[in-house]
């Protein structure tokens, strides 16, 4: 790669990865390839991918460092690191490098229009917007309904196809204390879930679909899902009593079959 390509390229890896080491690294690994900022892309989104699987901290969605502020003074956290690999892609490479949908979206390998959700959820959960963009809440609740009956079918096929390659589970810290783990991939959340979800019962968070546990009595953990493409790709399991306050939250009164 020329000087000329490295000095593009690097300031958008860095933006990706948060990491000087990391950047020149995938710069180096890019090296070579016709297409310096897809092939970049392509090496960070592999190591956000790999950050992602081995994530151990709890996620909170309304600490504020969450809500599009600076990186906290020497903790090293990154208000994108509660972006999913594909949220942080879509929303540096257009919003900070004006790479045009359609080339992230072959990067990606999803469709222009979903790549254009992606960056606009980014946009939402880093607090730059009010609302998440487009919600197609008829096919939201389809995908949610089919995910509790694989869940309680023991249909574990099912319950993978329905997860996007990249879905992450995000769990703050009671979640966390009480044993439930982020992961990432269709395989560990599949895992994860599978058990928790099948005696939960409907509810709509915030006007979506979700799932509630325990079947009966005030809620414990409420899991909520974002789905793009009728696949699932974040789920979010809140327990802290603080944050379910936080909700608009109307429960089915009995789990149903």
């Known amino acids: 790669m020329d000087e000329n390509a490295v000095a593009e390229t690097l300031p958008m890896a860095y933006r990706l990865l948060g990491s000087r080491e990391e950047a020149e690294e995938a710069v180096r690994d890019a090296s070579g390839r016709p297409d310096p900022t897809a092939a970049v892309a392509r090496a960070c989104l592999a190591r956000l991918r790999s950050r992602e699987t081995h994530r151990e901290h709890p996620w909170d969605p309304w600490d504020p460092w969450a809500a599009g502020q600076d990186r906290r003074e020497g903790t090293g956290e990154d208000p994108l690191d509660g972006l999913t690999p594909p949220e942080r892609l879509a929303y540096v490479l257009h919003d900070e490098f004006s790479v045009p949908y359609e080339e992230i979206a072959a990067v990606l390998d999803r469709t222009p229009s979903a790549t254009r959700q992606l960056a606009g959820r980014a946009r939402y959960r880093l607090r730059e917007t009010e609302e998440m963009p487009n919600p197609d809440l008829h096919r939201q609740r389809a995908v ?77 953990t409420v899991f909520t899902f974002t789905v793009l493409e009728d696949h699932i790709t974040a789920v979010d399991a809140l327990t802290d009593k603080p944050h379910l306050t936080r909700l608009n939250l109307q429960l089915q009164n009995h789990p149903g079959p």
């Open 144 to 220: 949610v309904e089919a995910f509790l009956t694989a869940a309680r079918n023991g249909d574990a096929a099912a319950l993978h196809d329905l997860l996007d390659p990249e879905v992450v589970l995000r769990a703050d810290a009671t979640a966390v204390r009480a044993g439930l783990p982020p992961a990432h991939g269709p395989g560990a959340v599949s895992e994860t879930l599978a058990n928790r979800v099948s005696t939960a019962r409907r509810a709509l968070v915030d006007g979506a679909a979700g799932l509630a546990c325990p079947p009966e009595g005030d809620p414990e």
